[in-house]
Nanobody, 118 residues
Framework: QVQLVESGGGLVQAGGSLRLSCAVSGSISSISSINNMGWYRQAPGKQRELAATITSGYITNYADSVKGRFTISRDNAWTTVYLQMNSLKPEDTAIYYC?????????WGKGTLVTVSS
């Protein structure tokens, strides 16, 4: 099993920045089998959507809506995954969820709320 706990959300004005963190814990065998992690977001009244992902080989992928503004990164041991969010817009307001995919299954955190005021 893998547990994911997000932090770093909050209220920020448009144009500001936030850094989200996802702390990863669990059995060594489960964590070592993680091959992909990412951040998804769900705005009020909308479906959950991909924001950014990163693979075990550090290959990153971003939604078009966040390219050039968000940066996903991780440490070597899959203990923490980050999402640096710059030039935030009101439409970035959402609950941000951490996600992990491993050979043993898929895991989700409970989310952290990001609110961007205009």
């Amino acid at each position: 099993q893998v547990q994911l706990v997000e932090s770093g959300g909050g209220l920020v004005q448009a144009g500001g920045s936030l850094r989200l963190s996802c702390a990863v814990s669990g059995s060594i065998s489960s964590i070592s089998s993680i091959n992909n992690m990412g951040w998804y977001r769900q705005a009020p009244g909308k479906q959950r959507e991909l924001a950014a992902t990163i693979t075990s080989g550090y290959i990153t992928n971003y939604a078009d809506s966040v390219k050039g503004r968000f940066t996903i990164s991780r440490d070597n041991a899959w203990t923490t995954v980050y999402l640096q969010m710059n030039s935030l817009k009101p439409e970035d307001t959402a609950i941000y969820y951490c996600y992990a995919a491993s050979l043993r299954g898929e895991y989700w955190g409970k989310g952290t709320l990001v609110t961007v005021s205009s």
